[in-house]
């Protein structure tokens, strides 16, 4: 079942929209940009989704353009969050704008070839 999930947050748009799931692992597709702007919101709606799919998700990052170090820090606190509970929080179809935040985090993001390979993976 795919749904798409509106969310008024102030003046940002939509952070995430849940677009299914492959098993027990949860997809999401980031929606806005990872910037210091929707920092908190992302954080809080990436723990959610981990929340409601359990501590395993996938998360498509696709539609990005830009990025900053807040931004990678929100995903990365969800990460933590998803490994304490027993699972993990894999990124896929990462922008060079996401790249290049990783980068000027002092970072470097496990990198999947598409769903199939991060739900795959080990």
């Known amino acids: 079942m ?3 999930v509106e969310l008024d947050l102030d003046e940002h748009a939509v952070l995430l929209a849940h677009i ?3 098993g027990s692992i949860g997809v999401v597709r980031l929606t806005a940009d990872m910037t210091a702007e929707t920092a908190s919101a992302l954080r809080t709606q990436l723990i959610d989704a981990l929340g409601s799919k359990g ?3 996938v998360v498509s990052l696709r539609g990005i ?3 900053d170090t807040a931004g990678v820090d929100a995903v990365e606190a969800a990460s933590s969050r998803a490994w304490r509970r027993g699972g993990w ?3 896929i179809e990462l922008p060079p ?3 290049d935040a990783y ?4 970072l470097h993001p496990d990198l999947y070839d598409g769903l199939e390979d991060a739900v795959r993976a080990r």
């Open 2 to 4: 795919v749904a798409t």
């Open 20 to 22: 299914g799931s492959a």
């Open 55 to 57: 501590p395993r998700l």
């Open 65 to 67: 353009r830009a990025a």
């Open 89 to 91: 929080l894999r990124l």
């Open 97 to 99: 704008a996401v790249l």
């Open 103 to 106: 980068t000027a985090a002092g």
